[in-house]
């Protein structure tokens, strides 16, 4: 899904403001829900919107969503032709209006104008040609509603604290109920054109804006729920209480994938206990952990995520290579670059996993070499009915590295993925115990059997549909991301001569005596089902984001994908290219590097 730029003007709606016409246009209020363009009618008017958000659906389906500074239906307002899709508020907005009266008298008042009509043209061309593959980018956010849970007011540090984190990226306003008593007179009510207006003035005066409600569902929560692009909701997290009535109304007006929660917790923990209730009587896309303690560090990767700045580090599926990943998050940590997020796929999903759990860097090698080597778990075949590995090994290892404690408890966000063969579709394992999100992730199909969840799903290697999910992270938020490629590089060419493959009857006769004429080198079973994992996936590199930065680290040719043995080779091969790879990026300003380092240190 395409979005704009929440925090600059662009283009057109650029030019007619630093020109000056812009402030004499008449200004149109659009509530929250309104469909201001609809498909396959005449087009009389384009609009440029001041504040707001709009979404862009084409039979029911998201296209785009487009924020302040966006410009809306100038595609065919030009050509003639009728409206190619339905455009409707996602909040409270207010769009300029210009139809063709006003666009020739514009033209004739500023003679920049039609440059900047073609350059954004161009720049939305651009823009869609380049993305091959779909990417459903999360459109970053300008105005939250931070709503009190369970009746009990905000914590009164917790809301000067975001401020100054989200200010040392941002100019930033917070807006209270008294804020706007005091500023309008008397009885002005919160949704009336006055108060709309004042509303609408605090956000152009700032990139980002915190409306505060007041623990109950009265006239002023309400109208700074219908202000916002996202509605935060924070609560004790001790304190377990079914939604309050401001809580069923930010529900109702907020869909899902605009709401957040934030858990606010007495002290930091490995992980929390009991997230599972406030998710089901709350459904939100993210939540967050937050111990107000005195380094503030929870708060900060809080502010990271509203400024749009969160940290996230994306692992890909490789086999026994995925040890590299630690070695990559080591440099990363002795960087002094946080880490806001972690997800992956297949052994990425594995080594996202122990991240998430906060294990040292140097323990998580020894515990891959007890679940893949001294268990015996990549060894013990069977009957191959579901698969060619017994996966009991397996799961009474994973189980007691990783725990039964779900997913929602750990501290840190994360994310799995694997392939759904009961819908035939990619998932993101976001709940659930933590070591079956791992397992159903790696289970290599034809290697080991699927998993089979109480939902009735199928599950297998998610490698098998995205073998390196960073489009997974962009739709959970906006920020610069390490990415971390081990998957073995493609373009190997094979010299085998098919016709000595031996058959059953030699391969036998070869296990018994072992020690005549050895069979061609070929690509064994699982060398092959892990290779055909990644047909057809080399596309999705075109959807990475300019402060995507991935890191591929050398030195993984001439082992194989179960070579765990060799964990500890790999991890300090990477954590020494990473080291010095970071040096070199900064040292040459790369931007996405850089990115990072801002994200990380703003200012």
């Given at each position: 899904?395409?979005?704009?730029?929440?925090?600059?003007?662009?283009?057109?709606?650029?030019?007619?403001?630093?020109?000056?016409?812009?402030?004499?246009?008449?200004?149109?209020?659009?509530?929250?829900?309104?469909?201001?363009?609809?498909?396959?009618?005449?087009?009389?008017?384009?609009?440029?919107?001041?504040?707001?958000?709009?979404?862009?659906?084409?039979?029911?389906?998201?296209?785009?969503?487009?924020?302040?500074?966006?410009?809306?239906?100038?595609?065919?307002?030009?050509?003639?032709?009728?409206?190619?899709?339905?455009?409707?508020?996602?909040?409270?907005?207010?769009?300029?209006?210009?139809?063709?009266?006003?666009?020739?008298?514009?033209?004739?008042?500023?003679?920049?104008?039609?440059?900047?009509?073609?350059?954004?043209?161009?720049?939305?061309?651009?823009?869609?040609?380049?993305?091959?593959?779909?990417?459903?980018?999360?459109?970053?956010?300008?105005?939250?509603?931070?709503?009190?849970?369970?009746?009990?007011?905000?914590?009164?540090?917790?809301?000067?604290?975001?401020?100054?984190?989200?200010?040392?990226?941002?100019?930033?306003?917070?807006?209270?109920?008294?804020?706007?008593?005091?500023?309008?007179?008397?009885?002005?009510?919160?949704?009336?054109?006055?108060?709309?207006?004042?509303?609408?003035?605090?956000?152009?005066?700032?990139?980002?804006?915190?409306?505060?409600?007041?623990?109950?569902?009265?006239?002023?929560?309400?109208?700074?729920?219908?202000?916002?692009?996202?509605?935060?909701?924070?609560?004790?997290?001790?304190?377990?209480?079914?939604?309050?009535?401001?809580?069923?109304?930010?529900?109702?007006?907020?869909?899902?994938?605009?709401?957040?929660?934030?858990?606010?917790?007495?002290?930091?923990?490995?992980?929390?206990?009991?997230?599972?209730?406030?998710?089901?009587?709350?459904?939100?896309?993210?939540?967050?952990?937050?111990?107000?303690?005195?380094?503030?560090?929870?708060?900060?990767?809080?502010?990271?995520?509203?400024?749009?700045?969160?940290?996230?580090?994306?692992?890909?599926?490789?086999?026994?290579?995925?040890?590299a990943h630690v070695g990559i998050w080591r440099a990363l940590r002795e960087a002094g670059l946080p880490l806001d997020i972690v997800g992956g796929t297949s052994v990425g999903a594995a080594m996202a996993g122990a991240i998430a759990l906060d294990v040292p860097p140097e323990e998580i090698?020894?515990?891959?070499?007890?679940?893949?080597?001294?268990?015996?778990?990549?060894?013990?075949?069977?009957?191959?009915?579901?698969?060619?590995?017994?996966?009991?090994?397996?799961?009474?290892?994973?189980?007691?590295?990783?725990?039964?404690?779900?997913?929602?408890?750990?501290?840190?966000?994360?994310?799995?993925?694997?392939?759904?063969?009961?819908?035939?579709?990619?998932?993101?394992?976001?709940?659930?115990?933590?070591?079956?999100?791992?397992?159903?992730?790696?289970?290599?199909?034809?290697?080991?059997?699927?998993?089979?969840?109480?939902?009735?799903?199928?599950?297998?290697?998610?490698?098998?549909?995205?073998?390196?999910?960073?489009?997974?992270?962009?739709?959970?938020?906006t920020g610069p991301n390490l990415v971390s490629n081990v998957q073995k590089e493609t373009g190997t060419r094979y010299h085998v001569d098919y016709a000595k493959l031996p058959g059953r009857a030699e391969l036998l006769k070869r296990t018994v005596m072992p020690f005549g004429k050895g069979?061609?080198?070929?690509?064994?079973?699982?060398?092959?089902?892990?290779?055909?994992?990644?047909?057809?996936?080399?596309?999705?590199?075109?959807?990475?984001?300019?402060?995507?930065?991935?890191?591929?680290?050398?030195?993984?040719?001439?082992?194989?994908?179960?070579?765990?043995?060799?964990?500890?080779?790999?991890?300090?091969?990477?954590?020494?290219?990473?080291?010095?790879?970071?040096?070199?990026?900064?040292?040459?300003?790369?931007?996405?590097?850089?990115?990072?380092?801002?994200?990380?240190?703003?200012?």
């Amino acid at each position: 899904m395409a979005v704009t730029d929440a925090f600059a003007p662009e283009g057109l709606f650029a030019v007619l403001e630093e020109a000056g016409p812009l402030a004499e246009l008449a200004r149109r209020p659009v509530p929250r829900g309104t469909r201001l363009i609809a498909e396959g009618t005449e087009a009389r008017a384009m609009y440029l919107v001041e504040t707001g958000r709009f979404r862009v659906e084409r039979d029911g389906i998201p296209l785009a969503e487009i924020g302040a500074g966006g410009v809306l239906g100038e595609i065919a307002f030009f050509t003639g032709q009728t409206r190619s899709a339905d455009v409707i508020a996602a909040r409270d907005s207010v769009v300029v209006e210009i139809d063709r009266a006003t666009y020739d008298a514009l033209c004739d008042a500023v003679p920049d104008l039609a440059h900047a009509i073609s350059a954004e043209l161009a720049r939305r061309l651009a823009a869609t040609s380049a993305r091959v593959v779909p990417d459903p980018g999360r459109p970053p956010a300008r105005t939250f509603c931070l709503v009190p849970a369970a009746h009990a007011p905000l914590p009164a540090r917790f809301v000067p604290e975001l401020a100054k984190v989200i200010g040392t990226y941002h100019s930033v306003a917070t807006v209270t109920e008294a804020d706007f008593r005091a500023a309008l007179p008397a009885g002005t009510a919160p949704d009336s054109p006055e108060a709309i207006t004042w509303l609408n003035a605090q956000e152009r005066a700032a990139d980002i804006v915190l409306f505060v409600a007041t623990p109950e569902a009265e006239e002023w929560s309400r109208a700074a729920l219908k202000q916002a692009d996202q509605a935060v909701i924070v609560a004790q997290a001790i304190r377990f209480e079914p939604p309050s009535q401001l809580e069923a109304m930010a529900l109702d007006l907020l869909p899902q994938d605009q709401r957040r929660l934030v858990l606010i917790h007495p002290h930091r923990m490995q992980h929390a206990t009991g997230t599972a209730r406030w998710l089901d009587s709350r459904p939100v896309f993210l939540h967050h952990h937050v111990a107000l303690t005195d380094d503030a560090e929870d708060i900060a990767r809080l502010g990271r995520f509203l400024s749009g700045q969160a940290i996230g580090m994306v692992l890909s599926g490789g086999g026994a290579f995925g040890v590299a990943h630690v070695g990559i998050w080591r440099a990363l940590r002795e960087a002094g670059l946080p880490l806001d997020i972690v997800g992956g796929t297949s052994v990425g999903a594995a080594m996202a996993g122990a991240i998430a759990l906060d294990v040292p860097p140097e323990e998580i090698g020894p515990r891959v070499e007890d679940i893949f080597v001294r268990s015996g778990a990549m060894r013990r075949v069977t009957v191959p009915k579901y698969g060619f590995l017994d996966h009991k090994v397996l799961d009474a290892a994973l189980q007691k590295h990783y725990g039964d404690d779900p997913i929602e408890d750990l501290w840190l966000p994360y994310y799995a993925v694997a392939a759904d063969l009961s819908a035939m579709d990619k998932i993101e394992i976001r709940r659930g115990p933590l070591w079956e999100a791992v397992r159903a992730s790696s289970a290599i199909p034809g290697i080991l059997p699927a998993f089979f969840t109480s939902a009735g799903q199928m599950l297998t290697d998610g490698g098998c549909i995205d073998n390196m999910p960073f489009r997974t992270m962009h739709r959970l938020k906006t920020g610069p991301n390490l990415v971390s490629n081990v998957q073995k590089e493609t373009g190997t060419r094979y010299h085998v001569d098919y016709a000595k493959l031996p058959g059953r009857a030699e391969l036998l006769k070869r296990t018994v005596m072992p020690f005549g004429k050895g069979a061609p080198r070929a690509p064994g079973v699982i060398s092959t089902v892990m290779r055909s994992l990644l047909v057809g996936q080399s596309d999705m590199l075109k959807a990475m984001n300019p402060t995507d930065l991935m890191l591929r680290p050398p030195g993984l040719k001439g082992a194989g994908f179960l070579a765990w043995n060799r964990h500890r080779l790999f991890y300090e091969m990477a954590y020494q290219f990473a080291t010095d790879t970071f040096a070199e990026l900064e040292a040459a300003g790369d931007p996405a590097f850089a990115a990072l380092t801002t994200a990380a240190r703003p200012g």
